[in-house]
């Protein structure tokens, strides 16, 4: 059983920056690929990025490459998303999900958090 938690959401003007962290509580934690995924309101749950179990494949939504970085620290069970330059348009609710295989698809992931929430103003 995973139970990944959430962390770092807030209010950022655009242009500036939050780090999210999803720390997940199990001992197997390396045995998962962790991804990120954002819901707006009024729309569907959307893929932002994704990283494998020891970080060699990385997946990321085309409108924040360049933006975002997705890592992980196996040692802290933890796994983080910087998010630079942000727009008014990212904000969303913010969730972390673990599940066996770094995916764009939600499916694809067995364990969900509660999510944080990100609201960037113009």
């Known amino acids: 059983q995973v139970q990944p938690v959430e962390s770092g959401g807030g209010l950022v003007q655009a242009g500036g920056s939050l780090r999210l962290s999803c720390a997940a509580s199990?001992?197997?934690?390396?045995?998962?690929?962790m991804g990120w995924f954002r819901q707006a309101p009024e729309k569907e749950r959307e893929f932002v990025a994704a990283?494998?179990?020891?970080?060699?494949?990385?997946y990321y939504v085309d409108s924040v490459k360049g933006r975002f970085t997705i890592s992980r620290d196996n040692t802290k069970n933890t796994v983080y998303l910087q998010m630079n330059s942000l727009k008014p348009e990212d904000t969303a609710v913010y969730y972390c999900a673990a599940g066996p295989y770094s995916s764009r698809a939600p499916l694809e992931y067995d364990y969900w958090g509660h999510g944080t929430q990100v609201t960037v103003s113009s």
């Open positions: 199990t001992r197997t934690f390396s045995n998962y690929a």
């Open positions: 990283i494998s179990w020891n970080s060699g494949i990385i």
